[in-house]
């Protein structure tokens, strides 16, 4: 499957099994991190936004204090694709 083509619901029910802490909200999958204070929110972010950077493939997402809410799809495919998948899983794995 091409890593930017559109899943079906089912697929991507399936996939969230197996992605603690990601749920599909507006059409986007989506996850609030929390971390200890600012700077460990704001590392999680650098780390992340390098990730994104290589992988061609950006996070819509924002950062209050501690928390940082992310969502991902993909615009050209018109939703979640596999790509998302795959940068949800490295976001997790830097979050800890």
Do not use: C
């Not at 704001?42 to 950062?63: C, E, L």
Request: aromatic share 10%; no cysteine.
């Amino acid at each position: 499957m091409d890593t930017a083509t559109k899943l079906s619901q089912d697929d991507i029910q399936q996939r969230l099994a197996s992605l603690p802490g990601w749920v599909v909200e507006l059409g986007t999958l989506s996850r609030t991190f929390q971390f200890a204070d600012f700077p460990s929110a704001f590392g999680f972010m650098a780390a992340a936004a390098t990730v994104a950077q290589a992988m061609n493939h950006h996070p819509d997402w924002s950062n209050v204090y501690r928390t940082v809410q992310v969502r991902l799809s993909t615009h050209d495919a018109g939703g979640i694709t596999d790509l998302d998948f795959q940068l949800a899983r490295r976001m997790n794995e830097l979050a800890g």
